[in-house]
């Protein structure tokens, strides 16, 4: 028995067939994540260094061109590229499109080793991984303040940045012109001299004095408690009460040979929002995660938090955030509406030549029926709801109303020819159903 007369001789089955593919189309559909292009994996590996106080020059030439001299030798290697700027080496090794990107990471990670003794001992451990073209904020959210940067700084950090990375689907938090709070101590060359210290007396006394040590456990029969030494100073005036060292008996604080400045550290990076510096948070998405929804959610949680927020501050919630978010709902919605446009007319051509409503009803149940059961198996298979996948959808519907028009057809001429309805149903969509096979094949 095929399934075309098993369909015919139960329609109660078929109809709890069809009810089961509506609930699984719907329930895949609500579960899509919502993106403008698939999720892309490219072998690209990336190898960060640095070198603090490094000029670019030394950096070229004692760590990029030793990694790109190891790297190099590596099978599979497409392309290789790098940068080097102060302090900071990065290169980018291209594989080709058949290499496994786990197996090429791990070859450089390799090869790094080899290369380890090359590198300068100074130099941090590189870091090693695999490029992805969505790690990148999808929404930027600028901060309105009438305070200095680094007050703006702390709010973020202490307050925004925590809540926006729960939202579901957030993987990352990044913060954009911020400048974190730096205590600077200024030396006085002639002061130092006078007493007959030199700068890493001073730096060894900081490190000496400036430290917060655990100190074990103190037990009892009934209590426990945790001790832990505190030396840490809490202010720019228990700072400048350091004792670096003792001339003649007499103890030399470190005001006496520096001066103390409570400031920020240097600028590598500037954000303004209408002329003024600012502070702006980004939110990166996690792999496979539904952008529109999280930008959807990122604005809800930001005007929330804006009630609470300290006078004089606040977010641009309309016009004023970056969300790339936009583009994929305009690409979305317009290729949503191509596709069930589409699906109306060829509804509407069916009723213009055959006139009839039942030929027509099934032709345009067979279109949202075909659409919802897809949705629950884009949803199965992993994928999201992007303009790649609507514009394929799109195209399938021109083949579902041709092999709806086809089989009405060899029906409605089978039952004008004097065949029972039920035979003519039968045998006409099996014959069709053949004649599509045997095409497809060919």
Do not use: C
Not at 133 to 141: E, G, K, N, R, V
Not at 364 to 369: D, H, K, M, S, V
């Amino acid at each position: 028995m095929s399934l075309s007369d098993l369909t015919i001789r139960r329609p109660v089955l078929t109809w709890m067939m069809m009810a089961a593919l509506v609930v699984f189309g719907v329930l895949g559909y609500s579960r899509l994540g919502v993106d403008q292009f698939p999720a892309m994996e490219f072998p690209t590996v990336e190898v960060w260094s640095i070198l603090e106080g490094a000029s670019p020059e030394v950096m070229e030439e004692d760590v990029t061109d030793v990694i790109e001299e190891y790297v190099n030798t590596i099978a599979g290697l497409r392309s290789l590229r790098s940068r080097t700027s102060h302090g900071l080496s990065r290169v980018e090794a291209q594989f080709n499109l058949e290499r496994d990107i786990d197996a090429a990471a791990q070859d450089v990670r390799d090869k790094l080793i080899l290369a380890r003794h090359e590198l300068p001992r100074e130099l941090e451990p590189p870091v090693i991984h695999k490029h992805n073209p969505s790690d990148y904020p999808i929404l930027w959210a600028p901060l309105i303040s009438d305070r200095p940067v680094v007050h703006s700084t702390e709010f973020m950090k202490r307050s925004i940045k925590p809540y926006m990375e729960t939202i579901s689907g957030v993987g990352a938090t990044e913060l954009f012109g911020a400048r974190e709070r730096n205590i600077r101590i200024w030396l006085d060359g002639e002061e130092l001299s006078a007493r007959g210290l030199a700068a890493t007396d001073v730096l060894r006394a900081i490190r000496r004095e400036h430290v917060e040590i655990p100190s074990g456990r103190v037990e009892s029969r009934m209590v426990e408690y945790t001790v832990k030494t505190d030396a840490e100073f809490k202010s720019v005036k228990e700072l400048e009460r350091l004792v670096v060292t003792h001339v003649d008996g007499t103890p030399v604080y470190l005001a006496d040979v520096a001066r103390v400045e409570d400031g920020a550290e240097d600028r590598r990076t500037l954000a303004r929002y209408n002329g003024e510096p600012t502070v702006a948070i980004g939110l990166l998405k996690q792999p496979g995660a539904n952008t529109v929804a999280i930008a959807d959610e990122a604005r809800l949680r930001l005007a929330r938090i804006q009630e609470t927020m300290p006078v004089g501050m606040s977010f641009p919630l309309g016009e004023g955030m970056i969300d790339f978010s936009r583009a994929i709902r305009d690409a979305v919605a317009e290729t949503q509406f191509a596709l069930f446009f589409g699906a109306l007319l060829a509804t509407l051509t069916v009723f213009v030549f055959l006139r009839r409503t039942r030929p027509t009803f099934v032709v345009g149940l067979a279109i949202p029926l075909s659409l919802i059961g897809t949705f629950g198996v884009i949803w199965v298979l992993g994928f999201t709801l992007n303009v790649m996948t609507l514009l394929a959808m799109a195209l399938v519907v021109g083949v579902v109303i041709d092999d709806a028009i086809v089989v009405i057809e060899n029906i409605e001429r089978r039952r004008e020819g004097g065949e029972t309805p039920y035979e003519a149903a039968s045998k006409g969509t099996r014959q069709v159903t053949f004649a599509a096979i045997a095409a497809d094949s060919s």
